[in-house]
């Protein structure tokens, strides 16, 4: 069993970062690779970056590339997303979520944060 919580989300102005975190609880967390989602308003929700078990792999959705850089640190239980250039777009209830690398893009993950909120004002 593993459960996850968010922070680090907030309300940053365009062009602005923010940097999420997620803290993972029992001893398991070196056992799933990692991944970030969000779920606008009216939307469903999106994979936006996965990280292998050990962090040697990374995948992002293209319109993050070059801008958000997922992490994870095996021995505090903690994973990152730190977003840079952010816009209107990015605006979402952001998600990290535990589960196998193969089934990320579908978003069929075991465990899941109850999301903490991103706002990015133009």
């Known amino acids: 069993q593993v459960q996850l919580v968010e922070s680090g989300g907030g309300l940053v102005q365009a062009g602005g970062s923010l940097r999420l975190s997620c803290a993972a609880s029992?001893?398991?967390?070196?056992?799933?690779?990692m991944g970030w989602f969000r779920q606008a308003a009216g939307k469903e929700r999106e994979f936006v970056a996965a990280i292998s078990r050990s962090g040697g792999l990374t995948s992002y959705t293209d319109s993050v590339k070059g801008r958000f850089t997922i992490s994870r640190d095996n021995v505090k239980n903690t994973l990152h997303l730190q977003m840079n250039s952010l816009n209107s777009e990015d605006t979402a209830v952001y998600y990290c979520?535990?589960?196998?690398?193969?089934?990320?893009?579908?978003?069929?993950?075991?465990?899941w944060g109850k999301g903490t909120l991103v706002t990015v004002s133009s």
């Open positions: 029992g001893r398991t967390f070196s056992s799933y690779a």
């Open positions: 979520a535990a589960g196998a690398w193969y089934r990320m893009n579908s978003g069929g993950m075991d465990y």
